[in-house]
């Protein structure tokens, strides 16, 4: 089993900037790759950011050269700087994590709010 617990979500103005955190713990051996994914008013989870064990990333093209994913092998925890921030980038961001499995579902996080005003 893992856990993932985000953190770092906030009320930002427009053009401000938040860092996100993932903290996971239990089975981290069983992880694959990791992201964010998001989930505004009205619409479906989408992906926004992932990055593998080795490091290599991918950004939905809505947040590309805004928003940045690390991860802290180390520490089990992933980030997601958030630059640049937008209204419309408002929504429940949750982390997640791949199973090396692929027979089994996503581990997630319970969610953080972003709130970006206008």
């Known amino acids: 089993q893992v856990q993932l617990v985000e953190s770092g979500g906030g009320l930002v103005q427009a053009g401000g900037s938040l860092r996100l955190s993932c903290a996971a713990s239990?089975?981290?051996?069983?992880?694959?790759?990791m992201g964010w994914y998001r989930q505004g008013p009205g619409k479906q989870r989408d992906l926004v950011a992932s990055?593998?064990?080795?490091?290599?990333?991918n950004y939905a093209d809505s947040v590309k050269g805004r928003f940045t994913i690390s991860r802290d092998n180390a520490k089990n925890t992933v980030y997601l700087q958030m630059n640049s921030l937008k209204p419309e980038d408002t929504a429940v961001y949750y982390c997640?994590?791949?199973?090396?499995?692929?027979?089994?579902?996503?581990?997630w996080g319970q969610g953080t709010q972003v709130t970006v005003s206008s």
């Open positions: 990055i593998t064990s080795a490091g290599s990333t």
């Open positions: 239990g089975s981290i051996s069983s992880i694959n790759a």
């Open positions: 997640a994590a791949e199973p090396k499995n692929s027979g089994r579902r996503f581990y």
